[in-house]
């Protein structure tokens, strides 16, 4: 997708008053918007105990979990998130419903629409499929995407804001690196994208050439090959998973040679601050993208990152809902 | 199933008040008890919005979908309908509880019953599976016929019902005809049932010879072969889904010429009257039962059918309830 | 599992006040524990009508379903108990998720945790494996097994439990006889440990030689092979679900040679006390381990256990966050 594409594809996910109605994507989102969607889970996050709290601004709405691409973790911190703002939550199986009998995406939404959704949450394979969805409902309904193809997992990559935010500090202040699979990675395009719009002082990139983005200089990012030179001066190193399943071909090493050239091990952190953190969108492949002891140790925030999903996609729900009842 | 012994199955429905416990089949109700169904639909519905409302008239209910036969859409407005009611719904995976293990029909019944079921949604491949099922449980539990064979499909047709009554007005100013595979369509049988009991001016079957019911004097309906004949003077076209997976042999034509001779086109609908309203029960072949300039034409109510089937669900799920409360 | 080191395992499952904050067997329990989950259970039954009774003790808290060996049954149990409490629900499935994608046990339980779950129902193929996810699970978290191997299936004892001390009177009074495959029932290794700390005056165990268990003089049970003597003066006779996909070899007969030697029948019965109980875990094999007419008839207990295992659960799930809260 082209700048100038993505923004108007960005578009879409504002309402007249420019406050989000739908959750495509981080590209295109002011520094507000994004800023919002924080706070808004930071509100879900109760000060004292960090625990998650209910709030029933969803009480009376169904949310509709359409996954064409199965993924039982995402699916389940949408479920978790949607049931503690109140809303009712039906897991719709894509697999034995519209495709079965021949029927199109086009009239399957319009179908669900009708049985009163309010929400879709949609996982899909395809680039581009969350925003085609966007464009075909009603008014009524709001889209969260899920993860889409190569192109965007926004909710994932704010749930990485909350985190750098709560535990990092200021961006305006840090150095973030992003470990791995860029090229293939939705979670780095989104990440890219957030960093950036938040005011990250530095975005970096570490990759095999293979997996280096290819649009490296559009993203503003610096590119590196090689660990040792990446990580120097990094606040926050975020590994991706090895994708095995998205790779086309043979692009990547042995998870050996990987795990030996780019595994996150407390060796290689010696590269970056004393004090770095380390993060990973899960699940992880110990041995592989992570050593254990890095995993587990003190520096981690892979299972914060967990919990702080459930608070932004409350944050994204709620507001998705709020901006679509401006905009009727 | 003969009339008489069809009237005797429809008792099973009726408490000793005459008044809805079951709801198995249209057949053998009477034009209060339809009334009554559609009316308390309509009272789900706002008045000033047409939003459907939610009321907990089964709040601490626990409603068990039992679906034999898998069908995602049908099952998701019952789960939508009895959420907005204020139960509890548990979709029961036939295929790996019973089967599996080899306990009967009945003692899977009684055991879902022991877990404080109080209400069954049942959809079978087999016809009169629900009145079966009705048979066998227990006075505190209630029964719907989400589908059962060829039998009966009496919620859809009381969706389709509300919705000539809200957009077409009084049943007896109204010619009626239905379009397709009438033999096999338990949609067609219970939406001819509804029609006659609500005093539908004229009921009309359009249908090759091979798919025409072979009991349509006894049904009260006047058959034709052509369109351009029965369409004459219709108020309301409904379309039936061509269900290839049903048809046991090659009774059927091509698709193709299925379409030419049997298709909702803007041509042929030029033999109806001018604001002939179109519907179809879906999920809809397009190019084959309808053209798509039908379908998504001002003059279809495809989609309001869906909206308004939440409502019907309600009214019938609720209805059951007092019912079987009043038996007990 | 020896014997001093089930103890400890019990260990586990009680909090610094020696409450039950997980529950993951009957063994090492103490007949108050037992009696506080069967009074509590009973609370939850309306003395009048004998429904069971919704009470919002955990609103707010999300149970999640961890069925690593697929049961419909007790999945369904377990889902309308927590409902009945208020709880929110997630089924996760786990073929889906963690084992295709090469994460380990660990890891998932960390996340599902992350996932702000509160409760952990288990169900396990391999022994031991409940105990195994409460050593791992932060103090936050309460897990209840819901059978696990050869080795537990604690819920369905407590039901049994209720069920005697419901319709057989006090335990002091009472001979009980197992029938069947004791040697590879986690359901009858959990019930003669609950019957032996409730104080039953004589458990008795009945089986042909290669299904008795082999420890049974440390179960302080009484062994015996026919049935005209093992169940001489019983007031409380348990059949065992023949569970033919769990033995390893033919050390079973044919299902009519174990129904002429050990299928309860009202001819066999005649042994027993003339008002004896019939019961049985379900779904039962009609003519294998029971005769139609026992089971069907008014000695038979069969679906109260059903029904009273929507209580239990209740009791066990609510007892376990409140010793769980008192932990942290």
Redesign the interface.
């Known amino acids: 997708m082209h700048r100038s594409s993505a923004h108007e594809a960005s578009r879409l996910q504002l309402n007249a008053q420019d406050r989000l109605r739908h959750f495509l994507t981080t590209e295109g989102l002011s520094r507000d918007h994004l800023t919002e969607i924080l706070d808004t889970a930071e509100s879900f996050i109760d000060p004292v105990t960090g625990?998650?709290v209910?709030r029933p601004l969803l009480a009376?709405r169904?949310v509709m979990n359409l996954f064409f691409e199965?993924s039982?973790?995402t699916r389940?911190?949408f479920?978790?998130a949607a049931?503690?703002l109140g809303a009712?939550v039906?897991n719709?199986?894509i697999s034995?419903?519209?495709t079965s009998?021949?029927?199109?995406l086009r009239?399957?939404l319009?179908?669900?629409?009708?049985?009163?959704a309010d929400i879709f949450v949609v996982r899909h394979g395809d680039s581009g499929a969350a925003h085609f969805i966007a464009s075909q409902v009603t008014p009524k309904v709001a889209v969260i995407n899920a993860g889409d193809g190569r192109h965007a997992h926004p909710t994932q990559a704010m749930l990485d804001m909350l985190t750098i935010r709560r535990h990092a500090g200021a961006f305006e202040n840090l150095i973030v690196a992003i470990v791995g699979d860029i090229r293939h990675s939705r979670v780095a395009r989104s990440e890219i994208h957030a960093l950036q719009t938040l005011g990250a002082k530095e975005i970096r990139v570490i990759a095999p050439r293979t997996l280096q983005p290819r649009d490296f200089d559009q993203l503003g990012v610096k590119v590196f090959e090689r660990m040792e030179d990446g990580l120097v001066d990094v606040d926050v190193a975020i590994a991706l998973r090895v994708q095995n399943e998205r790779m086309e071909s043979a692009l990547l090493p042995s998870s050996d040679e990987f795990y030996a050239l780019y595994g996150l091990t407390r060796d290689k952190l010696k590269h970056a601050k004393p004090d770095v953190l380390v993060m990973h969108p899960?699940?992880?492949?110990?041995g592989v993208e992570i050593e254990s002891a890095v995993a587990d140790g003190p520096q981690s925030l892979i299972?914060?990152?967990?919990?702080y999903?459930?608070a932004v996609r409350m944050a994204v729900l709620s507001l998705a809902v709020r901006g679509q009842g401006e905009q009727r």
Chains 1, 2, 3 share one sequence.
Not at 282 to 286: A, E, L, S
Not at 303 to 307: A, D
């Open positions: 625990a998650i209910n009376g169904t199965p039982t973790r389940t911190t479920e978790v049931k503690r009712d039906l719709i199986d034995k419903s519209s009998k021949g029927e199109t009239d399957m319009w179908n669900l629409e009708a049985m009163t899960g699940p992880i492949n110990r299972l914060k990152q967990v919990n999903g459930i």
